[in-house]
């Protein structure tokens, strides 16, 4: 499974000191090994695969001929969800082997049947190699047949327009299994092969003659597990660095100019426009801080939060429904299309993409490719429904705590919140993912076509037995399936589950000593005042190292973080 890169437009409109690239059509993911059975395809070409007008993309021939020796399949698979089509290694693992040498859909998906008489089994479009213009699509068979069918899964990262979020991580290719979910940064479900709720590991597996992977003695829930690693440790600066190797060079052979000194002097604002500068005693951070130079103490990796702050963060843990409708809605109105990138003339609704560059408009007869809109009926359930999972998992204690699902039996540990407020709604007119409209009214699975060594609930994505949503079916996660990693390449870097700008209020009165609480007069003046107050990076006392754990004694120690007041104001009666 491979993707077709969108095409860049030269009219759109790119950040500062970017020039648009050429179209240059590929192939992004290479395979260096594949493995089915006791059958082991080698294939020494690593990297992406060039697309050679007139021929077909190179599989070898003995590869294909292993990918078609296998009859159908009687099991089902969510061949996004829960797998990965482009895993380098695909195969069967020890937590999902049967014992009687059946071979696994794992590595087969269900979803792309890889011979004729298999294609009348539902509605995936087939893999097509089209030479005028050069490029290829992915889809249901390794042959060229009829019209090219564009379906693009994956997004590579383009130094050019860089990365926001940690959601859009979601197209790394960190499932090196087939066997582990396609987009696994910011999704979070529980694994089919994990039985306990509660637990992120199985350590449990099958036995079995079948086992190309038999020395994986431990699965993990790969989402949960870097969810917790990235989400709480990392974020994007968004500093444009002019240095990262290999990465900056733009068509014309020239390298993206770097943030200069007189870019933070001026305020110029960062890809993250919510992210500011922060100007201990109003000077300005050196940019050392924020761009690898050859200084010898600059290191921007470590060094870069402490001098950027968030404005207007938003808290998971808010009750408020008209609060999460504003922080989902930041694109209402817009007048701006997403495919072409430039003024439509049609101001756009709540929009979400899983690419920075989506091949394809809104409509949902093409579920494949482009992106989504929600309008007021969808936002309001969905602001409804995320209001009652905070309500019901929160408070929420990090940010990955609010990402993944609960470690809990019960449904809290099915799906992560986002995810459980997308599909609690799933007809009428705020369904965001409609059961009804196809693919995802398709080939719902089945408490009877899942294979018994897999949780059943997990796979449907669901604790009921029956039902019809659109999470259930086998095309779930399609790129215009809105998944919560989808929603969290558009808000994550602006959540926080505290804040750090405080409101305070203070009471104090005076009394006459002589009289006795109870007697009148005993209080003879009430004031009431309120700041507000703003925790920073800084320590209390300034000079000592920023690093936390370079703190051992001192003040800074016993008090942490410096704390400035913003603003001071005297309360009366009628204010409180």
Partial sequence: MDVVLAEFDPAGQFPRGVVPPTASPRWFQGISRV???????????????????GTEPRLP???????????????????????????????????SASGTGEPNPTYRYRKLPLTVTE????????????????????????HNNGTPVDVILFEPPDARLGLLSVGQLQHAPLSLLSAYPAYAVGNSLADIRLNDRTATVNTSPQASTLQPTARIQTYHDLSWRLNRSLWDRYFFSTVPSGAAPGSTRLPNGAVRPAWTQDDIGTNAPLPNARLRYHRPEGAAPSVDRLVKSASADSDPFHQAAAHLLLAGGFNVNSTSEQAWRAVLSGTWGLDYNPETRTASGTPLNAAFSRFAVPAGDDAMTNPWRGYRQLDDAQLRELARNIVEQVKLRGPFLSLADFVNRALASDATGLKGALQAAIDATTSGAGAINPANLAPFSQDLVTQTNVRSEWVRDHMRNDDSA????????????????????????????????????YIVRAYGETVNPVLAPTDGGYVTG????????QRLPDYVAPSASQAPEDVATGDNLTFGRRFQIISFRWLSPSDL
């Fill in 526 to 533: 009430r004031a009431w005042i309120e700041a507000v107050v």
């Fill in 119 to 142: 294609a009348t089994v539902d509605n995936w479009p087939r893999f097509n190699y089209s030479p005028t213009p050069a490029r290829a699509s992915a889809g249901r068979s390794l």
């Fill in 61 to 95: 021939a003995h590869a294909r001929d292993v990918l078609a020796s296998f009859s159908t399949e009687n099991y089902v698979m969510q061949w996004i969800a829960h797998a990965n089509p482009r895993a380098p290694l695909q195969g069967r693992t020890p937590f």
């Fill in 35 to 53: 493995t089915f059975g006791n059958n082991l395809v080698d294939w020494s070409r690593t990297g992406p695969l060039p697309v050679e007008d």
């Fill in 466 to 501: 029956a039902g019809a949503g659109a999470h259930r079916s086998r095309s779930a996660f399609a790129p215009k399936f809105l998944t919560q990693a989808d929603v969290l390449s558009a808000i994550g870097p602006s959540l926080t589950v505290r804040g750090d700008t």
